[in-house]
């Protein structure tokens, strides 16, 4: 648990706060507070909307914009504020549901990313580390936490909107754990940690998915650099992409339980993987497994295991590998008998706690490791 603070304390007195109720032993300056800091973003927006970067999109031109925006917001806080766990969720819950154009949307993002990033900068010169836990009860807000660089633990409950994480921990950042957790449509792609394309680049060391369900935009979509982290969680996600883009830095992948609305999917595999687990309830017609197409290696894969269906005699799935090495390949009733703990563990992760997921994912954990 991050800091001094309880996630759920902090959180219960914030919709408090939010809701016109004042809470016990919370004074009123707290208000002045938070409105400083709303004009605080203002301020920093204004002087940052006419950069000559700011309505280019390209990754290094948002990178160095953010950089910049970062190094003035990080100097008025050191001026004027001590930033602590209360005042970050307070100004994310009321500011959610704004309608900005895109240029405000993204820099009022980078302000979130700055608070994240500042907080979690000052609790490690005091030896702690930072877990955030927001539940956005289903309210919009657009460009959180985009491209912020600086995470311990980040886990965002139940939020809808654009843009949300995106690139987060890119380039020169680092992030321990990013879990994004029932958001109903999510849109556009996270992309999150490096895109620099080196297996060196090793920004995030967990990225998790758990109880998503995403639109479909067309016929043909993906859903490309879902995070390019060690090891990334997919877990009960309702999902109608055809492609799975994994970056250059996954090593571990376990897709749990998620229904693929389309009969076929790909994935792209983009340098040495130890491990990618398929572990579905729903059967699937075909699998392709191929290397991304801007990599010139032939990848590489120790353990590629697949089981999908739910009991024995389950449709047969069809596995086609191209352009990839695979040392150990484990399909169907082979991956039942040899993980049947695994994925009956699997089985039981539906509309389960965060609490209940991250309690199994230890477990399977434990036992792959052993």
Known sequence: MGGSYKMNNVTELSLKKLKGIKPKGIKTKSNSKLENLIDLSWHTIDKFKTHHHVKDNGDDACSALYRSFYKYAKKRFDHEFIINQFDLETFIYSNCNKELPEVESKLFGFFTSSLLDYLTEKNKEKGLNTRVYLNGQGNE????FTHAQNVDELILDNFTGKKI?????SRQGRANRIVLMNFKNMEDYVCAGATLGSPTRKTIKEFWLINN????????DDLSNIADAEEIWLVNNE????EFDLGSAAR??????????????RFSVGYQVNSIFLFNKYPKNKIKFDKCMDVGISPKIKDLVIHYGNAKGSRQTQVEIKNLEIKNLVHNQDARNQYNEIIQIANTMKNNSLEEIENKIKKIKELYNN
């Not at 807000?141 to 959180?144: A, E, M, P, R, S």
């Open 141 to 144: 807000f657009n460009d959180l």
């Open 239 to 242: 999902i109608s992409c055809l």
């Open 165 to 169: 994480c995106r690139r987060i921990a």
């Open 252 to 265: 571990r992948v376990w897709f749990l339980n998620n229904k693929f609305t389309n009969p076929r999917h």
């Open 213 to 220: 369900s995403r639109s479909h935009y067309g016929s043909y």
